[in-house]
Structures are given as structure tokens and as C-alpha cells.
């Protein structure tokens, strides 16, 4: 290690929400960070590239546990976000009527479980029941990513005095040293080494989180990988609503934020290729040398980025609407989303947060829901 090694109390790789919010949190309690994120800007994967659902709990009829932990933070979300959120549609779910998991009594009564919202509804001028057994009205959002992107990344501006932010960087090695963790910083293109002492580290790269617990010499989590697709539409005959049709291989179509496009998803049509593996693994990676399973290039700008399913999921989610609902296709956003081999079944999206290593300490952050970022508030 160098002589003129820089001493920080964090260090927090990832520079999504999870790492992001770590960062002002604990800038707010007094401590010198360095956040470290590979990409040139911050928020350029999953905390952009998702479904822009402020889960009340409805999503996860299967897991109860993921259920009350959506609703546990909503409320708090909701307040601290206000500016960000978008409130004024109807939120539909529908349950259909071949092949789902759950059905529509199942369902009342797990939304009456969880104190939420669901009010039959036995007409609606948009919606065709001919595939539906039941459908019911909900309360839910929507948060706007980009608005969320822009309020954090400016407010990590502000505390640049407490936060060395560093872009384009990533880790080249990691190592104990006394009571501190020694790490090597690169830039992303492998060049301009640099040390860092740290008195604790987070690891906050959702995807990338087993590539970093290796570098630390620390346990896995057990992920599995998918690259995913949100079809983005103008649906001007759909401002006012979103339906989401559970529970199985359904959709959803709901307002993006506050953006005026609505976001298209599909539970059989969004994810492209799957990988198992606690690496992301895929295929596509053979053609990019700079996107590897242990450093993850941008699907987004990637050339050999699977093509689009917007029609697939369009035809899907026809079935549900009457005929005269109009909708353009707009652009597509790509990301891979990395979920808990142990949801498998369940499909529950728990926010795990792992202290694998005690003195120093190394906390992995293993984010399920978006506003479950006030977990880590619990556990550092
Ligand atoms: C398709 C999809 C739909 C979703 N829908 C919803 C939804 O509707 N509602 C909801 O609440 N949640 C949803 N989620 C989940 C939610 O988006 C994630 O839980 C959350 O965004 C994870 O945030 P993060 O900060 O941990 O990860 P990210 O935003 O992915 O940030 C991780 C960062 O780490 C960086 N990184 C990775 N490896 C390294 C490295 N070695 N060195 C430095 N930097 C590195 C990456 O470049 C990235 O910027 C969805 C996710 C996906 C993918």
C-alpha cells in the first residue's frame, strides 16, 4: 500500500439508489465516504431500468414476507418522495381467469390480511372481463426513476465534501490490513490505480454483488440473473389507470413516473435470457469483451442487446382491453435483474442486507424493492 494511501470510514461500491442512499445517510451522521461506481454517471441500472412500482404489497400474493416489507416502508417512500411519485391514476389488478396462482377470493383475502385497499369492480369502459375472473381497485403508485436519479445525484453533489464520489472506477483488489480494508481502485477501462483504507465497506452492486463479495475473499449470495426489457408506450386513452394482471406469466401497463409514457411489462415476455449462475452468465457477453460476469457493461448501450418483445407483450396484454385502446410503441430500456435463487418459487423480492465480514466490517446489500432503501438504516 502506498504511502499517501487515502483513509475513508466507507467505502461504498454502487452507485444506484442502495449505494447512493447509504452514502447521504451515513455523510448525514458524519462519516468520510467514498462511493465508487463503475459507470460514468450514477443510476444507470435497475434503479433506472424497472417497472417505476411503489409496491403497496398487492405484487406478492405468494410472499407474505415481501408483502409486509413493501408496506412497511410505502408510507415513509411516499412522504420523502412526494415530488417524485405520481398519484393521480386508478391502480387496477385483475386476476385471470386460466392459469394464475392465486384467485380472486385468495386475493381479497390477502390484501384484507395486509389492511390494503381492494375494491371489486364489476364494469370498467376500458377493460374486457372476458379474461378476467375478477378485478379490483387498489391503491398504488408510481415513482418517476429519472426524477429520483436527478434529485439524489444533486443532493450527492452537495455533500461533496463528505462524499469522494469516483465514476468510471471499480475495484481491482481487496485485502484485510489491521483493522481496516485495503483496496486498489481502478478505472473501469483498467488503468489509473489508486489505494484506499476503509474502515468498513458496503457493497451495493446488486447484480455484481457475488463479482465484489469475491474480491473481499467473502461468501456468495445465491443470485440468479435475467436480462430484462421495460417497453415504454404512449397510451394516451390510458392516462388515468394501470392494470396489472396477476399472478403468474401476466403484465402490467402503468404510468412511468410522472414521464407520460406507460410502462409495459410481462412476467413471460420482459426477461430475454436467464442465467443461474451466481454470476451473470450469458451468452451476449461472448461478443462484448468489456461486459464480463464479474464487470457488467450497460445493456442499454449494448449493440448485441436482445431484440425487443414489445409486440409479444402488446398481443399479451391486448386480451385485457377493449379494441378501441390505442398505444405507440416508444423506445425499450434493458437492464439484468438479479434475484435470490431462494424466491425462485415464491418470487418473493425481500431486501436482504448480509454483514459478511465483522472487524472490519463488510456489509452486502441485496436490494429487492426500491423503497426498501431504509433498510440499510437498520443494520449500519
Ligand atoms: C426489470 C426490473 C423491474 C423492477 N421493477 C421494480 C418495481 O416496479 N418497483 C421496485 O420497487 N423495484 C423494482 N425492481 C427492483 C429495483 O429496481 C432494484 O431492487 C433496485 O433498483 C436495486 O438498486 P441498487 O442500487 O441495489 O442497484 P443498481 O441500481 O443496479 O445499482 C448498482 C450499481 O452498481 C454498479 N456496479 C456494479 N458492479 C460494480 C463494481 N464492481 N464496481 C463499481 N460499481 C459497480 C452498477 O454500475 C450500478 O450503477 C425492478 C428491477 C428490475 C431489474
Known amino acids: 500500500m502506498r504511502k499517501n494511501t487515502e483513509t475513508v470510514d466507507y467505502l461504498i461500491v454502487g452507485g444506484g439508489l442502495f449505494g447512493v442512499y447509504a452514502a447521504l445517510y451515513l455523510a448525514g451522521k458524519g462519516y468520510r465516504i467514498c462511493l465508487v461506481e463503475k459507470e460514468k454517471a450514477l443510476f444507470r441500472k435497475a434503479s433506472i431500468v424497472n417497472q417505476a412500482r411503489l409496491h403497496g404489497g398487492y405484487h406478492y400474493p405468494r410472499s407474505i414476507a415481501t408483502a409486509v416489507m413493501s408496506d412497511d416502508h410505502k408510507e415513509r417512500f411516499t412522504a420523502e418522495h412526494r415530488p417524485f411519485i405520481h398519484f393521480s391514476f386508478e391502480k387496477y389488478y385483475a386476476i385471470d381467469r386460466f392459469g394464475s396462482f392465486t384467485n380472486a377470493a385468495q386475493f381479497e383475502r390477502f390484501c384484507e390480511y395486509l389492511s390494503i385497499r381492494c375494491e371489486p369492480v364489476l364494469q370498467h369502459p376500458l377493460?374486457?372481463?372476458?379474461?378476467?375472473?375478477?378485478?379490483?381497485?387498489?391503491?398504488e403508485y408510481t415513482f418517476d426513476p429519472y426524477l429520483i436519479a436527478d434529485h439524489y445525484t444533486r443532493r450527492v453533489q452537495e455533500a461533496s465534501a463528505q462524499i469522494d464520489l469516483r465514476l468510471f472506477t471499480c475495484i481491482r483488489q481487496a485485502e484485510q490490513s489491521g483493522d481496516k480494508w485495503a483496496v486498489e481502485l481502478q478505472d473501469a477501462a483498467g488503468e489509473n490505480p489508486a489505494t484506499l483504507l476503509a474502515g468498513a465497506v458496503i457493497n451495493a452492486t446488486y447484480a455484481g454483488s457475488n463479482a465484489v463479495n469475491r474480491q473481499f475473499g467473502l461468501r456468495e449470495i445465491d443470485l440468479m440473473h435475467e436480462i430484462s426489457e421495460i417497453a415504454l408506450l404512449s397510451a394516451p386513452t390510458l392516462q388515468g389507470l394501470g392494470l396489472t394482471v396477476m399472478d403468474g406469466p401476466f403484465g402490467s401497463i402503468m404510468p412511468f413516473g410522472k414521464s407520460g409514457l406507460h410502462s409495459l411489462s410481462s412476467v413471460a415476455y420482459t426477461h430475454h435470457k436467464v442465467s443461474y449462475e451466481n454470476l451473470p452468465h450469458f451468452d451476449c457477453q461472448r461478443q462484448r469483451a468489456d461486459c464480463r460476469p464479474d464487470l457488467l457493461a450497460d445493456c442499454n448501450e449494448c449493440a448485441v442487446k436482445p431484440r425487443s418483445n414489445y409486440r409479444k407483450m402488446f398481443a399479451q396484454m391486448k386480451q385485457y382491453f377493449r379494441p378501441e385502446i390505442g398505444w405507440q410503441y416508444f423506445h425499450s430500456l434493458f437492464t439484468i435483474k438479479s434475484k435470490l435463487r431462494a424466491n425462485y418459487i415464491d418470487d418473493g423480492r425481500p431486501t436482504e442486507i448480509n454483514r459478511l465480514h465483522?472487524?472490519?466490517?463488510?456489509?452486502?446489500?441485496?436490494?429487492?424493492?426500491?423503497?426498501?432503501?431504509?433498510?440499510?438504516?437498520?443494520?449500519?
Do not use: H, M, W
Open 127 to 139: 377493460i374486457d372481463f372476458q379474461r378476467i375472473e375478477a378485478l379490483f381497485r387498489t391503491t
Open 358 to 380: 465483522d472487524d472490519p466490517p463488510f456489509y452486502c446489500i441485496f436490494a429487492g424493492k426500491i423503497n426498501s432503501i431504509y433498510e440499510i438504516e437498520k443494520v449500519v
